[in-house]
Nanobody, 121 residues
Framework: QVQLVESGGGLVQSGGSLRLSCAASERTFNKYSMGWFRQAPGKEREFVARISWGGVSKDYADSVKGRFTISRDNAKDTVYLQMNSLKPEDTAVYYC??????????????WGQGTQVTVNS
């Protein structure tokens, strides 16, 4: 069973940037699609971005398009989320997710523990 460990969260001012990382404990990382979700206080968990196992196909939530970029390094078994032009409404716990498939499902099977991102106005 793949284990996912997120890092890179923290406190940032509005307009700032952060890069989240998610390391997977899986030799066949290149057979997993990956993604990021987030959950703000009092709200449901929502999709942020996903990337196919080969890194060619990427999808983003409308709320983050043009500001966030998902990428992966299969040699390092790691997926990244570069977040630029951060807004207070981006404040949430960010979760890494994975599926053993080319494209990440709506409800992925594997989840990390989450990392807090707080954006001050």
């Amino acid at each position: 069973q793949v284990q996912l460990v997120e890092s890179g969260g923290g406190l940032v001012q509005s307009g700032g940037s952060l890069r989240l990382s998610c390391a997977a404990s899986e030799r066949t990382f290149n057979k997993y699609s990956m993604g990021w979700f987030r959950q703000a206080p009092g709200k449901e968990r929502e999709f942020v971005a996903r990337i196919s196992w080969g890194g060619v196909s990427k999808d983003y939530a409308d709320s983050v398009k043009g500001r966030f970029t998902i990428s992966r390094d299969n040699a390092k078994d790691t997926v990244y989320l570069q977040m630029n032009s951060l807004k207070p409404e981006d404040t949430a716990v960010y979760y890494c997710a994975a599926d053993k498939s080319q494209i990440l499902a709506t409800t992925p099977r594997y989840w990390g523990q989450g990392t807090q991102v707080t954006v001050n106005s």
